[in-house]
């Protein structure tokens, strides 16, 4: 798709998952060529305009996914990062590492993600964040969303810049599509598209 020669980038979808763990209708967010938030806006209605790209779904930040260390020497590994980042995941975070690799956290894990055990991967080997998303039914799409992305990042080093869809800050783009909009509802044709991936 064309963009602006000036890199700018205007993406508009039909909501928006918002820092309050609320979700906006009719969003339009611009970034730049570097992935920074430059504004972010919600409307009654879609407007047409030049430019403007339009993907239907849902705009979130991209996950950052908690590990709770169960071991010494965890290793990253481009392979299992790569399988994550698939599915909409910037960043393999942990709870309480110092392996390289991997970012310190900066206060103790939320009570919020403690209570959600299909948020927390409890090896190294556990499947992406969407997949455990997809799994879980007792949480609302918008809540498990919201822990996969605010609440995640809130948790590492990065928290000034991942985790949210707000001006200044770099999460990473992401589409949620082929889901039930009336209901916030998950499909069977559920997937992660992403729009923007800048570099931390």
């Known amino acids: 798709m064309h963009h602006p020669s000036n890199n700018i980038r205007q993406i508009a979808s039909h909501f928006i998952l918002l820092p309050d763990g609320h979700l906006g209708k009719w969003p339009v967010i611009t970034i730049n060529s570097y992935g920074e938030i430059l504004d972010v806006e919600t409307r ?6 030049p430019g403007l790209e339009l993907y239907p779904g849902i705009l979130l930040p ?5 590990f709770i260390k169960k071991s010494i020497n965890i290793q990253s590994s481009t392979i299992n990062f790569n399988r994550h980042f698939s599915e909409g995941t910037i960043l393999l975070g942990c709870h309480n590492c110092h392996s390289n690799g991997f970012p310190i956290t900066t206060e103790a894990l939320s009570p919020q993600l403690k209570q959600a055990d299909f948020m927390i991967r409890p090896n190294y080997s556990a499947p992406p964040m969407l997949t455990r998303i997809k799994n879980n039914t007792t949480t609302s799409l918008v809540e498990k969303l919201y822990l996969g992305t605010y609440v ?36 069977d044709y559920a997937k992660i598209k992403w729009l923007n991936t800048p570099s931390l």
């Open 44 to 49: 009654l209605s879609f407007t047409e305009k």
């Open 152 to 187: 995640s990042a809130s948790q590492t080093s990065y928290k000034n810049q991942l985790g949210q869809l707000s001006q200044g800050f770099k999460p990473g783009l992401l589409v949620l599509q082929g889901i039930d909009l009336i209901n916030m509802k998950l499909t």
């Open 62 to 66: 991209a996950f950052t996914d908690i």
